[in-house]
Each structure stands twice: as structure tokens, then as C-alpha cells.
């Protein structure tokens, strides 16, 4: 079953003396990909919290290095901005569509480079075609899986695409790495992206959902692989170690221009209130967030403000 799920994402500090030669991006941008209000969060973490619901977010990330544009992920299909959906999962919903937000953005879907997936689940996948003369990176596993016989094609597959096999240095100057973290589906990928002001960040997709299942290590009921979950776990723990990695990073990412810090914090502990969205942002698409944990302090949800003033979770 292909869920509607929150990608979390790992901060991790600078490391100057090793990466002096690494270059960074300009600028990300977090873009709201939808919602699910799902009905059991045990789904993603067996046994523990069985029966509760919980609200889900749903982050496409849309980066610029220089005059290209690279879009991670792209989130619920915009139709469901004017349909919601529900299904055995819960109920899948979109606030703006992701067209609108790139047109708030002033980016045309054909200016973007790259869109780079972190797997196929209709969460992830569901714009794909909106970018048809992109070069769509996905691992050759991943693609494989989704257009296996039998199956339901998640995209056209006739377009631009190049199936990896590993990690890839996308721009070759280190600021944007894919990371092969298969266990959630056999391909699905993380995104390694170097900040000017914030630092190392890896967008992690659907590697791990909830900071409580990263902290236990457990792997959600639907991964199609325990071992590769773990082993991706180490791979991305053994990531941030090389970073000189810093979990919780809440000043680091309360620093002006600190675009991401929705996505930065999602590993900090949780604290009422700690954290600001980056000052300076003037994109209405860029959210401002502050986090608030929930009762069971298993995640955190994030209250969430535009640039032009409408809150929302
Ligand atoms: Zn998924």
C-alpha cells in the first residue's frame, strides 16, 4: 500500500577543514505537497501508538544552484487541491497546488533541470508529469519496482530519465548528493544538499517518518525491506557522523535565510515554541514554522504561517 507520509529531514554541521572544496546551492525552497489526516500511525511504527491518528505533511523541496533548478519530490497530485482523497490510509489533501507555488516562485516546470524522486509512492510521485522535459532522477531499482508487470504506472514512463545506481554528485561539485537509501521501497533515495547558511542537510523522503521510530529504529509496517531500513539508517547516521553532524541544530536554523528549518528540525527534540522560519524569506510558498509537540511527544506538528499571513498545520 503506498501511504501519504512526512519525509523528515537530518541537519548536520559544517565541516570545514574536509569539505573546503564543496559547493553550496543558492537556495532552497519548501514547498506544502499536501496533507494526510491518517487514521492509525501505528502503520508506520508497529505497536506503538495503534489506533491514533495523526496528520501527516507532505514537503516538495525546490533548490537553486546557480541557473539550475533541481525539484525534490513533488508531492500529492494538484488535483487533489480541488478533490481530496480518502482512502484505507486516511484522508490525502492539498492546500495550493505545487503549479501555483512554482508560479509564486516565478519558475517555469520546464526551467527545472532535474526532478530527482525520493520513490514512487503517490505522495512523492504524484506531479511528475507536470515536468515532462525534466531529467527525472530515480534509481534503476525504484523503476523497476514501480513499472513492474501487473502494476498501475505511477508517470509516463516515455521522458527524459536517468536510472542510478548508487549515490550520484548531481551538479559534481558535492552541494547536491543522492544517497541510495533503499528499505522503505527497494530504490528510494535521500538528498544530501549543502546550504550557504544553514549547512548540510539530507532531505530524507520516506527513509524514516517519525523522530521516535529513528530514535528506536523502526521500520514501518509497508517497507518492502527490514535489513535495507536499517542498513540505511547506519548509512545515514555514518552521513552525518562525517559531517560533524549536529542533530539539533534550533539556533543554526533560526539563522536568516535558513530556508529549510521546517525540514531542519523535524530530528530536534521536541520544545514549545523553539525555532522561527527563516527570516527573510519573502516567498509566499516558503512557509514560516514554528514547532509544537504532541501530546505523545512522538512527533512533532508544525504550525505553519505564510509570508502573506494564513496559518496552517
Ligand atoms: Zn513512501
Redesign the pocket.
Known sequence: M??G?VGLALAAAFSAPALAQTGTVDRLYVMDCGHNAATDQSRWSPGVNVGKPIDLSDNCYLIRHGSDWLLWDTGYPDAIAEKPITGPVGTATRAKTLAAQLVEVGVKPADIKYVAV??H?G??IGNVDMFSDSTLLMQKAEFDFAFAPDTKPPFKAERPIRKLEGDLDVFGDGSVTIISTPG??PG?QSLLVRLPKIGWLILS??AVHFKDNWDNKRVAS?NTSADQTQASYKKLEALLADKGAVVDQPRQAAEPGAEALAAVLRLAPPRRGAGAMAKGTRRSSVRRCARWPTASGSRWRFRCRSSRGSPRQ
Request: no cysteine; net charge negative.
Open positions: 503506498k501511504a507520509l525520493s520513490h509512492h505522495d512523492h522503505h521501497t528510494h523522503g520516506d509497508m
